[in-house]
């Protein structure tokens, strides 16, 4: 497995696993080229296929979202793929990373703790569905606010 920029093209290379499907007519063509061009998304290929896309949105203030869109059958190469996903959110440019995912889609939840995030609470009816959602964290401790001195 290995880690590419992301390209928008790769977004159409990929197939979405089903609780993510309804992301497919959500990101045209401008949204691609937006995320391929803020360099802060990368791409997961494994076996010459693109198995995943995802990175951070910057929201400035040294906060970013992240948001992650993976194949149907990205199960056999998750454990790497946490990996280097978890060495990316390390090294990103973000004191926080933020992460929203739908308490009904368990494995997403799953997900996010192995990447390194903490739980901070539930977001009722926040999905399309009027769903609730989890809100999550990934905190480097040692980074301090812009214009805020450390100590």
Known sequence: MRVEPFRAAHLEALTLQPAQ????????????????ASGLAWTLISGGRVIGCGGVIDRGGGRGEAWAL???DAGPAMLAATRAVRRYF??????????TTAVDFAPAARWTRLLGF????????????GGDADRWAFIKEEAACPGQAQS
């Open 21 to 36: 499907a309804a992301w497919r007519g959500r990101i045209d063509g401008g949204a691609g080229a937006a995320l391929e």
């Open 90 to 99: 390390e090294t990103a440019p973000f004191r926080r990373i933020e992460a």
């Open 118 to 129: 903490e739980l901070e609470g539930r977001m009722r009816a926040f999905c399309e569905s």
């Open 70 to 72: 993976l194949a149907q």
